[in-house]
């Protein structure tokens, strides 16, 4: 058995493996800690399952996927859909890896911590060099932990709500290592651009948010059987974002100097790893 792709839940998993019944291709779901792959039964059919899959990746609604779970659906297949919170719970942990999960809760933590009373000790930990007193190179951790501070409600959900949606999708679709490098190099690079931008004090994950947002969107391009990529108008919202943060429109300070940083390390990262070979 050859796996050919690996799915958040196995809903989705069950509508395309009906599908590829439809299409005489003999195939089965194997749960995953995180997700489900899909395993095809006979080698000759992998290739023409992969394509198969990575249509199903680009167009998860299509009509035929339906149709095929009408036609060639098992009606003794169990899924059990939980109750709601639970199934929202799951989807969540499903959609998403453990370094995916870890930075999402830390930043969380953080943001609670600092609206409980304790904002001026973690500004204090966390900061860029230079924002407060006493600050060295000695304290190296100082240039990527600004990544992890957020300054407003919309500001936290914004960023986390994007970190979750694409950094998960690389890291359950290829993999933690490449989904690593980009949290680290974007997560420090970009603050330093920031820096001679505008000075020490900012903080926010957005630059990690741009490179994940700009590599999916490569990776789907140029590596489409990747099982990833970004509709063009989501990268068109993120790409008018990132032009109204030059403005006055959105009333609040913008770091865009990590934004652009954060993209350009995302989108050259993306042609790095579209050129290889994808590992999970």
Known sequence: MIEIGRLPNSRAAQAFVDYLKGEQIDCQIQPLPQGVAILVIR????????????????????????QASWEHGDTHTKLDYGAPSLQLFAQFITGAGPVTLIIFGLCVLI???MNLGFGGPVYET???????????????????????????AMHIIFNLLWWWYLGGKIETRIGTAPLLIL??????????????VSGPNFGGLSGVVYAVAGYTWVMGIRKPAAGIGLPPSYMGFMLIWLVLGFTDFLGVSVANGAHIGGLLIGLAQGWFDSRSKVTR
């Open 126 to 152: 966390l900061s860029y060099f230079g924002a407060v007193p006493d600050t060295n190179v000695s304290q190296f951790w100082r240039v990527f932990t600004p990544s992890l501070m957020h300054f407003s």
């Open 43 to 66: 080698d000759q059919d992998a290739e023409q399952a992969r394509k198969e899959f990575a249509h199903f990746i680009a167009h998860p609604y299509d009509n035929k996927y339906l």
């Open 183 to 196: 949290l680290l190099v974007a997560g420090t690079l970009p603050n330093v651009v920031q820096y001679y």
């Open 111 to 113: 943001y609670a911590a």
